[in-house]
């Protein structure tokens, strides 16, 4: 970092915001600054819950950097089920030895949801339930980012009735997540994420849902290129009708683009390609906790009247879906309260300091 | 006697745990265990038959697609929907492209490292090794300066820990590739990786995204109209053009020409890993329509015994010939543990019988897995790519059969080499090849249609739930890569009354049924090697020549609970 032309200054801040985000309060802080001052790569566990294996899958189709060059030198992927060249007991040692060798540095991306129900027995990993297997590694961790819909709100096997108690991991574990949503989430909405933490070295600003503002900032429908067709009342009435084919707007069609917080239609899908509206189906609202019981999905949502460019899932949020809205927010609360004491705690000690 | 347990199984989709009973080096039974359960089954009740295809998507992102293909076959089979022949192009395009790049993910980033040693392609020559690539395949990228620049790649990665190649079995007597084509193996493991994220932007066209694309009852979402800018255009459909040929680039001169280069330092590898003597096929790629098998590119039907003689028909409708069973699945049955249940009837109650977490062994446990255990007249079954192949080699079709025969005489292996690990693994590869040829045959006929401006993508005639029956059951049937799929739905008042999936890998990778026969994954580890007991690349050899697709887990434990690599017993 400081090769990088950072001040003495400006890197102790840096490591601060990052260890406060992080939960580690002001003893963490020495830990992330050595860190990121040797050369060695930031460790990273990716654990896989109850999961599908489309947030692995869409991370390697990332365009920039494309994933090989992300692996070779932005960070130690020290664990995956996926792509790990170990297996059974090596599998584990390299979880183990990573947890040992770094701890308090190293960073957590959880894919897949923790089942709760009947003690935990409706995901297990060499024996263990995935809920013991996630308080082991949450521990230590610096971060935890939770990738996609599973991890962020349950998705869905959450979804009514949730037979299997499946839940969110931060309503599991005792310090911040990172929520990166969607069914799954963009490829290069999750490597900006990794860039976000492992190369800028910050914790992205944050949503009250835990979501990057950054990415999630605004509704698929006000960044959407088929937006002026909506205000002109320029309506898809049918698949693949004349005014499918013209690309009006897929609102009657039952898009969620308008309570939908994503950046589909800014970052669009695989390299800049498409998104779903682009080609001509509505937006499920994959990242929205809940969806899965939001619809039916052909109905078209009530009466809209349009909310300005300038709201954000903050204001808006609590109007739209309320109801499951509620529980996350009451977290949301909680963590950011915890986090102001500790960004004051850092204050404190910094002005002793200098 | 060793009980040998491998949890998790890794480079799979999914929670997989094998326990492996080793007797003097060779493996003399196994049992396999799925240990992750999401219920979908269930939530799927009482939801809009015309929602099913995005939620059964989400049953797997690595197989993306192909259970929302078999979704919307199932409810149009129920609702007695044509879709339009565009649109069954567009799916065909859809699901050649899945084959292409989930086998060669597979291949590479799954399956590769049981044959690749990494860390001895360091010790390559790159200058030999290009030579050798060149020699077989005429990929412009396989020059000296390319391997030497893999290698550095490499070397440094090795200085900072290896990452995801860390801990491998790197040095285990089983690897037996030369430096230069491990470095070769290597090198283009890199490759795959950038180029499986391009040849996907082909279901971003139609679909919107992926993984995880968009499908619809009745058609395809996506619009066609040349003269439009917010529809599939000339320079959509360029786009594609340019990633279909830079696929079949890819297939015919790197996948295809390393398969066989690996495979021919493995020959031994064809007496092991055959398993069950049964093959299933649903068929696929339709040409007449959904109701036409007989017009498939793939054949539909069953050998039996190996017999490729004779094609038995199937009939996925028929209460007779697919069940399920529950005996050593931890699940109830209204009808006791001895019952099976066509899908149409299926139950879904979910019961851990299993020991209490954290467990060491699942030994001593009559049910041991939450995958049931399909059968077909009460005849356990192996699909995927091996048995794709053979059914329509045994039905006649004389593409698959020149293809089969020509690869046999490349490898100079006999016919029975494909009743094993090797063959299966080499099938995969053949797949690849056909379904990339088939991928340029419909993308040539959609351009047809499109000139002459057949592009209706939808057929819209029983959208309305007001035009459905009371009462309506179907079946949607699809030939993933991972082998035969079928959903099976029944509707009732305009709602989803019940949805069963019978998935590649419950077939491959299920219990024992009650009469005590294996699997797949149980029979074919039998009589595998086990040359090292805490390092049995051997069984991920032949687990991942299946392509397993559920969720996964390999831990050893002893008797006093701390990890080891084996738990020995009398």
């Known amino acids: ?354 | 006697m060793t009980r040998v347990i491998v949890d998790p199984i890794t480079r799979i989709e999914g929670h997989l745990r094998v326990e492996a009973i080793v007797e003097n080096g060779v493996i003399t039974d196994a049992f396999s265990s799925g240990t992750m359960v999401r219920g979908l089954e269930n939530i799927l009740a009482g939801r809009d038959p015309r929602d099913a295809w995005a939620f059964v998507g989400r049953v797997c992102g690595v197989c993306t697609t192909v259970h929302s293909l078999a979704s919307v076959r199932s409810v149009e089979d129920a609702l007695r929907v044509a879709v339009p022949p565009t649109a069954e192009l567009i799916r065909n395009i859809m699901l050649t492209t899945q084959y292409v790049q989930d086998h060669v993910i597979h291949f590479y980033h799954l399956h590769a490292l049981d044959w690749v040693d990494i860390v001895n392609a360091l010790k390559a020559d790159p200058k030999k090794a290009a030579e050798l690539a060149q020699s077989f395949s005429r990929w412009d990228k396989n020059t000296s300066a390319y391997f030497a620049g893999v290698q550095d790649k490499i070397k440094a990665f090795a200085a900072s820990g290896l990452g995801i190649f860390a801990n491998g079995y790197w040095g285990h007597p089983a690897y037996k590739l030369p430096p230069e084509v491990n470095l070769i193996a290597v090198a283009h493991y890199l490759d795959a990786l950038e180029w499986q994220k391009e040849v996907v932007k082909i279901h971003a066209v139609f679909g919107g995204k992926n993984p995880h694309p968009n499908y619809l009852v009745g058609g395809v979402p996506c619009s066609i109209d040349v003269n439009e800018l917010g529809a599939i255009n000339s320079d959509r459909l360029n786009l594609v053009a340019r990633l279909i040929g830079e696929a079949d680039e890819f297939i015919n001169q790197v996948y295809i020409p390393d398969l066989l280069a690996v495979a021919s330092f493995y020959k031994d590898w064809a007496k092991w890993g055959g398993g069950l003597t049964n093959y299933l096929s649903y068929g696929e790629f339709p040409t007449k329509g959904y109701n036409h098998p007989e017009s498939f590119k793939y054949a539909r039907g069953v050998v039996l015994n190996r017999d490729l003689s004779h094609v038995h028909p199937v009939d996925a409708r028929d209460p007779q010939e697919i069940r399920e069973y529950i005996g050593s699945s931890w699940y109830d049955y209204k009808g006791g543990d001895a019952a099976g249940l066509h899908p149409w009837a299926g139950e879904t109650k979910i019961n851990y019988s299993g020991p209490k977490p954290p467990f060491e062994t699942l030994e001593g446990h009559a049910k041991y897995s939450f995958v049931k255990t399909p059968r077909w007249k009460e005849n356990p079954m192996e699909v995927g790519p091996l048995a794709r192949l053979l059914v329509s080699y045994a039905s006649g079709h004389t593409d698959v059969q020149e293809l089969v025969k020509d690869t046999l005489g490349k490898l100079n292996v006999p016919v029975n080499a494909l009743f094993s690990t090797l063959g299966r693994t080499a099938a995969r590869g053949l797949d690849a090849a056909l379904a990339m040829i088939w991928l340029k045959e419909f993308f040539g006929q959609l351009m047809e249609r499109v000139k002459i401006n057949e592009v209706s993508t939808f057929n819209g005639e029983r959208w309305e739930p007001k035009t459905w029956p009371a009462n309506a059951e179907g079946v949607g049937l699809v030939e993933a890569p991972r082998g035969s799929l079928a959903h099976y739905i029944k509707i009732h008042d305009g709602a989803i009354e019940n949805y069963q999936l019978v998935v590649p890998t419950t077939w491959n990778g299920s219990p024992r049924d009650a009469k005590g026969q294996r699997s797949s994954f149980e029979q074919a580890l039998i009589g595998t090697p086990v040359a090292k007991i805490d390092e049995p690349v051997e069984i991920l050899r032949t687990i991942h020549s299946f392509d397993p697709c559920l969720a996964c887990a390999v831990h050893l434990y002893d008797p006093q609970g701390r990890h080891l690599h084996q738990v020995s017993f009398e």
């Open chain 1, 1 to 354: 970092m400081q090769e990088k032309g950072y001040s003495r200054r400006e890197f102790m801040q840096f490591c601060a915001v990052a260890a406060t985000a992080a939960g580690l309060g002001r003893t963490g802080v020495a830990q992330v600054a050595s860190a990121f001052e040797k050369k060695e790569k930031p460790a990273v566990v990716w654990m896989h819950f109850q999961e599908c294996t489309c947030c692995s899958e869409s991370f390697i189709r990332a365009s920039h950097p494309i994933v090989i060059d992300a692996l070779l030198d932005v960070l130690s992927l020290n664990y995956t089920e996926t792509l790990m060249a170990a297996a059974g007991y090596q599998a584990e040692k390299s979880l183990n030895d990573t947890i040992r060798c770094h701890k308090g540095k190293y960073i957590v991306l959880v894919e897949g949801s923790v089942p709760t129900g009947d003690e935990g027995v409706y995901c297990m990993v060499g024996g263990k339930t995935a809920e013991s297997i996630l308080q082991t590694v949450a521990k230590d961790a610096a971060a935890i980012v939770a990738w996609g819909s599973c991890a962020s709100n349950g998705c869905i096997q959450g979804a009514k009735p949730n037979p299997t108690g499946a839940t969110p991991i931060h309503k599991l574990v005792d310090k911040p997540v990172i929520n990166v949503p969607g069914c799954p989430p963009i490829a290069d909405v999750m490597m900006g994420v990794v860039t976000h933490l492992l190369v800028l070295g910050q914790i992205p600003a944050l949503d009250s849902q835990g979501r990057p503002k950054e990415f999630y900032g605004r509704r698929v429908h006000d960044t959407c290129y088929r937006r002026p067709n909506y205000d002109a009342g320029l309506f898809v009435e049918s698949f693949d009708d004349e005014n499918a084919r013209k690309g009006y707007c897929l609102y009657k069609m039952g898009c969620r683009g308008p309570i939908t917080y994503n950046a589909c239609s800014v970052t669009r899908w695989n390299g800049g390609v498409s998104y779903p509206i682009q080609s001509g189906h509505g937006c499920i609202g994959c990242s929205e906790a809940g969806f899965w019981d939001n619809g039916p999905f052909y109905q078209h949502l009530p009466s809209f009247p349009g909310f300005g460019i300038e709201s954000t899932a903050d204001t808006v949020g609590t109007v739209v879906g309320a109801a499951t809205l509620v529980g996350v927010a009451a977290h949301a609360v909680v963590t950011s309260i915890r986090k102001r004491s500790v960004i004051a705690e850092v204050h404190a000690e910094d002005q002793k300091e200098s």
